[in-house]
Protein backbone atom coordinates (compact mmCIF):
# COMPACT_ATOMS: atom_id res chain seq x y z
CA UNK A 1 0.00 0.00 0.00
CA UNK A 2 0.87 3.38 0.38
CA UNK A 3 0.62 3.97 4.06
CA UNK A 4 0.19 7.66 4.01
CA UNK A 5 0.20 8.86 7.43
CA UNK A 6 -0.99 12.30 8.88
CA UNK A 7 -2.70 12.66 12.03
CA UNK A 8 -6.63 12.81 12.66
CA UNK A 9 -7.66 15.78 14.09
CA UNK A 10 -5.44 19.08 15.30
CA UNK A 11 -6.92 21.89 17.50
CA UNK A 12 -5.54 25.43 17.09
CA UNK A 13 -6.24 29.25 18.12
CA UNK A 14 -7.13 31.85 15.97
CA UNK A 15 -4.01 33.58 14.70
CA UNK A 16 -2.17 30.94 15.54
CA UNK A 17 0.02 28.70 13.33
CA UNK A 18 -0.51 24.96 12.71
CA UNK A 19 1.70 22.07 10.81
CA UNK A 20 0.26 19.29 9.46
CA UNK A 21 2.45 16.19 8.99
CA UNK A 22 2.48 13.19 6.33
CA UNK A 23 4.70 10.82 5.84
CA UNK A 24 4.50 8.43 2.85
CA UNK A 25 5.95 5.76 1.28
CA UNK A 26 8.59 6.75 -1.50
CA UNK A 27 8.02 4.36 -3.80
CA UNK A 28 6.40 5.62 -7.38
CA UNK A 29 6.72 8.46 -6.12
CA UNK A 30 5.72 11.35 -8.47
CA UNK A 31 4.78 14.05 -5.98
CA UNK A 32 3.02 15.43 -2.73
CA UNK A 33 -0.53 17.47 -3.46
CA UNK A 34 -2.20 18.98 -0.36
CA UNK A 35 -6.09 19.50 -0.47
CA UNK A 36 -8.25 21.30 1.45
CA UNK A 37 -11.94 20.16 2.18
CA UNK A 38 -14.62 21.32 3.89
CA UNK A 39 -17.41 18.70 4.63
CA UNK A 40 -19.72 17.90 2.20
CA UNK A 41 -17.66 19.85 -0.54
CA UNK A 42 -14.65 19.21 -3.37
CA UNK A 43 -11.26 18.90 -2.18
CA UNK A 44 -9.60 22.11 -2.97
CA UNK A 45 -5.96 22.39 -4.45
CA UNK A 46 -3.29 24.17 -1.98
CA UNK A 47 -0.15 22.95 -3.08
CA UNK A 48 2.40 20.68 -4.94
CA UNK A 49 5.30 19.88 -4.39
CA UNK A 50 7.53 17.77 -6.06
CA UNK A 51 11.22 19.04 -5.47
CA UNK A 52 12.53 19.03 -1.80
CA UNK A 53 12.25 22.55 0.47
CA UNK A 54 9.75 24.84 1.20
CA UNK A 55 6.60 26.39 -1.15
CA UNK A 56 5.16 29.48 0.39
CA UNK A 57 2.03 30.53 -0.93
CA UNK A 58 0.44 33.47 1.66
CA UNK A 59 -0.94 32.16 4.84
CA UNK A 60 0.05 28.38 3.36
CA UNK A 61 3.42 26.66 2.69
CA UNK A 62 3.89 22.90 2.22
CA UNK A 63 7.19 21.37 3.04
CA UNK A 64 8.78 18.28 0.80
CA UNK A 65 11.19 15.94 1.90
CA UNK A 66 11.42 13.56 -1.20
CA UNK A 67 14.73 11.10 0.65
CA UNK A 68 12.31 10.94 3.72
CA UNK A 69 9.19 10.66 2.32
CA UNK A 70 7.79 13.33 4.83
CA UNK A 71 5.78 16.67 3.92
CA UNK A 72 4.14 19.02 6.12
CA UNK A 73 1.50 22.10 5.22
CA UNK A 74 2.24 24.87 7.54
CA UNK A 75 -0.83 27.11 8.09
CA UNK A 76 -0.31 30.48 9.48
CA UNK A 77 -2.54 33.26 11.02
CA UNK A 78 -5.24 30.84 11.16
CA UNK A 79 -8.71 31.96 10.29
CA UNK A 80 -12.03 30.63 11.37
CA UNK A 81 -12.57 29.52 7.80
CA UNK A 82 -9.27 27.66 7.60
CA UNK A 83 -11.60 25.00 9.88
CA UNK A 84 -11.47 21.72 7.43
CA UNK A 85 -9.91 18.79 6.64
CA UNK A 86 -6.75 19.05 4.85
CA UNK A 87 -5.66 15.83 2.78
CA UNK A 88 -2.34 14.74 1.78
CA UNK A 89 -2.12 12.71 -1.19
CA UNK A 90 0.57 11.29 -2.84
CA UNK A 91 0.57 11.05 -6.63
CA UNK A 92 1.86 7.97 -8.18
CA UNK A 93 1.70 7.21 -11.85
CA UNK A 94 -1.53 9.20 -12.97
CA UNK A 95 -3.65 8.46 -9.92
CA UNK A 96 -3.61 10.01 -6.01
CA UNK A 97 -3.55 8.18 -3.27
CA UNK A 98 -4.98 10.16 -0.18
CA UNK A 99 -4.31 9.70 4.08
CA UNK A 100 -7.39 9.77 6.05
CA UNK A 101 -7.16 13.59 6.11
CA UNK A 102 -6.16 15.92 9.00
CA UNK A 103 -9.28 17.62 10.87
CA UNK A 104 -8.04 21.43 11.95
CA UNK A 105 -10.53 22.79 14.01
CA UNK A 106 -10.20 26.68 14.95
CA UNK A 107 -10.60 28.26 18.01
CA UNK A 108 -11.66 31.98 18.98
CA UNK B 1 -11.95 30.12 -14.66
CA UNK B 2 -14.05 27.19 -15.75
CA UNK B 3 -13.50 24.12 -13.56
CA UNK B 4 -14.52 20.60 -13.22
CA UNK B 5 -18.35 20.09 -13.80
CA UNK B 6 -20.35 16.85 -12.78
CA UNK B 7 -23.65 16.36 -13.09
CA UNK B 8 -26.46 15.99 -11.35
CA UNK B 9 -25.12 16.81 -8.20
CA UNK B 10 -27.47 15.27 -6.32
CA UNK B 11 -28.98 11.32 -7.28
CA UNK B 12 -31.21 9.37 -5.16
CA UNK B 13 -31.79 5.81 -5.99
CA UNK B 14 -32.88 2.51 -4.98
CA UNK B 15 -31.49 -0.78 -4.38
CA UNK B 16 -30.32 -2.72 -7.59
CA UNK B 17 -31.18 0.36 -9.76
CA UNK B 18 -28.09 1.71 -12.01
CA UNK B 19 -26.98 5.15 -12.25
CA UNK B 20 -24.94 7.97 -14.68
CA UNK B 21 -22.76 9.94 -13.24
CA UNK B 22 -21.15 12.64 -15.50
CA UNK B 23 -17.89 14.46 -15.88
CA UNK B 24 -16.86 17.72 -17.67
CA UNK B 25 -13.47 18.27 -17.43
CA UNK B 26 -11.36 21.45 -17.40
CA UNK B 27 -10.96 23.13 -20.97
CA UNK B 28 -7.94 21.10 -22.73
CA UNK B 29 -7.40 18.29 -20.38
CA UNK B 30 -6.97 15.34 -21.62
CA UNK B 31 -7.05 13.32 -18.16
CA UNK B 32 -10.08 12.29 -16.03
CA UNK B 33 -10.21 10.50 -12.71
CA UNK B 34 -12.99 9.01 -10.78
CA UNK B 35 -12.93 9.12 -6.67
CA UNK B 36 -15.42 7.46 -4.08
CA UNK B 37 -15.63 9.40 -0.99
CA UNK B 38 -17.74 7.20 1.52
CA UNK B 39 -18.91 9.03 5.04
CA UNK B 40 -15.74 10.36 6.98
CA UNK B 41 -13.53 8.84 5.06
CA UNK B 42 -10.99 9.91 2.38
CA UNK B 43 -11.36 9.76 -1.73
CA UNK B 44 -10.55 6.29 -2.73
CA UNK B 45 -9.28 6.31 -6.55
CA UNK B 46 -11.61 4.38 -8.57
CA UNK B 47 -10.90 4.30 -12.53
CA UNK B 48 -8.99 7.18 -14.79
CA UNK B 49 -8.57 7.97 -18.98
CA UNK B 50 -6.16 9.27 -20.49
CA UNK B 51 -6.54 10.29 -24.50
CA UNK B 52 -10.28 8.22 -24.06
CA UNK B 53 -8.06 5.38 -22.79
CA UNK B 54 -8.48 3.59 -19.60
CA UNK B 55 -5.02 4.66 -18.00
CA UNK B 56 -5.19 2.94 -14.11
CA UNK B 57 -7.61 1.05 -12.00
CA UNK B 58 -8.64 1.42 -8.25
CA UNK B 59 -10.94 -0.18 -6.47
CA UNK B 60 -14.04 0.38 -8.90
CA UNK B 61 -15.96 -2.32 -8.26
CA UNK B 62 -16.80 -4.81 -11.42
CA UNK B 63 -20.64 -3.53 -11.27
CA UNK B 64 -19.40 -0.20 -12.25
CA UNK B 65 -18.10 0.78 -15.59
CA UNK B 66 -16.74 4.18 -17.13
CA UNK B 67 -15.52 5.61 -20.15
CA UNK B 68 -14.02 8.78 -21.52
CA UNK B 69 -15.48 10.31 -24.67
CA UNK B 70 -14.26 12.30 -27.62
CA UNK B 71 -15.37 15.52 -26.54
CA UNK B 72 -13.29 14.28 -23.38
CA UNK B 73 -15.66 14.02 -20.98
CA UNK B 74 -16.26 11.06 -19.09
CA UNK B 75 -19.15 8.60 -17.53
CA UNK B 76 -19.55 6.54 -15.03
CA UNK B 77 -22.06 3.91 -14.73
CA UNK B 78 -23.38 2.16 -12.17
CA UNK B 79 -25.58 -0.72 -12.06
CA UNK B 80 -27.23 -3.39 -9.32
CA UNK B 81 -26.71 -0.17 -6.64
CA UNK B 82 -25.71 -1.60 -3.65
CA UNK B 83 -26.46 0.76 0.16
CA UNK B 84 -22.90 0.83 -0.04
CA UNK B 85 -22.57 2.82 -3.18
CA UNK B 86 -23.89 5.84 -1.35
CA UNK B 87 -21.15 8.18 -0.94
CA UNK B 88 -19.60 11.35 -2.47
CA UNK B 89 -18.47 11.01 -6.10
CA UNK B 90 -15.44 13.02 -7.61
CA UNK B 91 -14.08 13.46 -10.70
CA UNK B 92 -11.20 15.85 -11.50
CA UNK B 93 -9.24 16.25 -14.37
CA UNK B 94 -5.51 17.46 -15.21
CA UNK B 95 -3.45 18.18 -18.60
CA UNK B 96 -0.58 15.16 -19.38
CA UNK B 97 1.60 17.51 -20.27
CA UNK B 98 1.49 19.83 -17.73
CA UNK B 99 4.79 19.07 -15.74
CA UNK B 100 3.37 19.52 -12.20
CA UNK B 101 0.40 17.44 -13.50
CA UNK B 102 -2.14 19.55 -10.89
CA UNK B 103 -5.19 17.54 -10.60
CA UNK B 104 -8.34 19.54 -9.68
CA UNK B 105 -11.65 18.45 -8.81
CA UNK B 106 -15.07 18.78 -9.68
CA UNK B 107 -17.65 19.56 -6.67
CA UNK B 108 -19.04 16.02 -6.69
CA UNK B 109 -21.57 14.24 -7.32
CA UNK B 110 -23.95 13.03 -4.06
CA UNK B 111 -25.90 9.25 -4.55
CA UNK B 112 -27.62 8.22 -2.37
CA UNK B 113 -29.07 4.58 -2.02
CA UNK B 114 -32.01 3.73 -0.61
Known amino acids: GQNIDQPTEMTATEGAIVQINCTYQ??????LFWYQQHAGEAPTFLSY????GLEEKGRFSSFLSRSKGYSYLLLKELQMKDSASYLCAKAAGNKLTFGGGTRVLVKP | AAGVIQSPRHLIKEKRETATLKCYPI?????VYWYQQGPGQDPQFLIS???????DKGSIPDRFSAQQFSDYHSELNMSSLELGDSALYFC?????????????FGEGSWLTVV
Open chain 1, 26 to 31: TSGFNG
Open chain 2, 49 to 55: FYEKMQS
Open chain 2, 27 to 31: PRHDT
Open chain 1, 49 to 52: NVLD
Open chain 2, 92 to 104: ASSLEQDTRNTIY
